[in-house]
């Protein structure tokens, strides 16, 4: 990832979830990801997926909470009231995470009772667009 595609994703991701303090920097061990944090606190990873020809990235942060308390979890953590967390038709191990009407990505349970999730968010190259 180069400097520009940082920025993009900073702001992408800060709009996304309401977080003007979230911070994207590139990753010391790997030229195709990036660390995403909170303060002082590393909170998920980017990385790049160029399969097919087209750039795309993937975060991915690991969710340390059941599911009873996970929507406020996220809120407290962003910050943000109008994160969502809403059931999927015919699935009963994830849930989608919404601010407000935009679907922002999938949370999956880690195991079986549902005590820790990852929340998966897709970013295609022209959500970077606008940034």
């Known amino acids: 990832m180069d400097k520009a595609e ?28 990036a660390d995403v944090s909170l303060g002082e606190r590393k909170i998920g990873a980017i990385t790049v997926d160029d399969e097919d020809g087209d750039r795309s ?14 929507q406020d979890y996220l ?11 809403m059931s ?3 699935k009963a191990d994830s849930v989608e995470l919404n601010n407000g009407p935009e ?8 195991d079986p009772k549902g005590s820790s999730f990852t929340l998966q968010m ?7 667009d606008d940034e």
Not at 103 to 110: K, T
Not at 122 to 128: K, R
Request: no cysteine; net charge positive.
């Open 6 to 33: 940082i920025v993009k994703l900073r702001e992408f991701l800060r709009r996304s979830f309401g977080a003007p303090a979230l911070q994207v920097a590139p990753d010391s061990k790997s030229a195709d990801a």
């Open 75 to 85: 809120r407290r953590l962003f910050e943000n009231d109008k994160l969502t967390v």
């Open 57 to 70: 990235f993937s975060f991915a942060m690991s969710v340390p909470v059941g599911r009873s308390v996970l």
């Open 103 to 110: 679907f922002l990505g999938v949370v999956s349970a880690d």
């Open 122 to 128: 897709a970013i295609l190259d022209i959500d970077l």
């Open 88 to 90: 999927r038709l015919n």
